[in-house]
T-cell receptor
Framework: NAGVTQTPKFQVLKTGQSMTLQCAQD?????MYWYRQDPGMGLRLIYY???????DKGEVPNGYNVSRLNKREFSLRLESAAPSQTSVYFC??????????????FGPGTRLLVL | QQQVKQSPQSLIVQKGGISIINCAYE??????FPWYQQFPGKGPALLIA?????SEKKEGRFTISFNKSAKQFSLHIMDSQPGDSATYFC???????????FGTGTLLAVQP
């Protein structure tokens, strides 16, 4: 099993450009998440999807949109990139339940630089 | 109410020493407290977790101590090794949001 995969690994954008970050998981998890990681600020939730067909805003949703394409895939789109969106983006998935509680499995991350 | 405060921001420990990272929370509805470990260039991975019905959980050299009345929990790494050098995040789960709330992270460097 590959777990959680993310593409691309690195990306450089110019201000105003758009791009989509892709995420897929092969663990048959219902819940998926997008976080951004910035120095000194930890992991901040951008959007999440509790199940296929549903999405909800997290702590820092402005400037982003998401699509839960199917149970496996959850994409994050930047419509008009800004330098403040320079960050490392992580996708995660989980299957909440009594046994696992809220164990989230993270992908390797996408490092994004917006010039 | 939803914050998890983590300290210190960075920590340097000699090989064989004890590393201690502390976290505090406010929301008493939290009922699950995991620690995640992140190596450079990788995503975080679950290290160890505890529920508030116990005061301590130990897995190998890693121990979580939990103080429910003080709303604090900590990670202790015994006999710290250079391979433990990583960023550690505490987190809390539960309450109305049903989302993991992460601390700001601690960068641990274990010197040989």
């Amino acid at each position: 099993n590959a777990g959680v995969t993310q593409t691309p690994k690195f990306q450089v954008l110019k201000t105003g450009q758009s791009m989509t970050l892709q995420c897929a998981q092969d663990m048959n998890h219902n819940s998926m998440y997008w976080y951004r990681q910035d120095p000194g600020m930890g992991l901040r939730l951008i959007y999440y999807s509790a199940s296929e067909g549903t999405t909800d805003k997290g702590e820092v949703p402005n400037g982003y949109n998401v699509s839960r394409l199917n149970k496996r895939e959850f994409s994050l789109r930047l419509e008009s990139a800004a330098p403040s969106q320079t960050s490392v983006y992580f996708c995660a998935s989980s299957e909440p339940g009594l046994a696992t509680m809220e164990t989230q499995y993270f992908g390797p991350g996408t490092r994004l630089l917006v010039l | 109410q939803q914050q998890v405060k983590q300290s210190p921001q960075s920590l340097i420990v000699q090989k064989g020493g004890i590393s201690i990272i502390n976290c505090a929370y406010e929301n008493t509805a939290f009922d699950y407290f995991p620690w995640y470990q992140q190596f450079p260039g990788k995503g975080p991975a679950l290290l160890i977790a505890i529920r508030p019905d116990v005061s301590e959980k130990k897995e190998g050299r890693f121990t979580i101590s939990f103080n429910k009345s003080a709303k604090q929990f900590s990670l202790h790494i015994m006999d710290s090794q250079p391979g433990d050098s990583a960023t550690y995040f505490c987190a809390a789960y539960g309450g109305a949001t049903n989302k993991l709330i992460f601390g700001t992270g601690t960068l641990l460097a274990v010197q040989p």
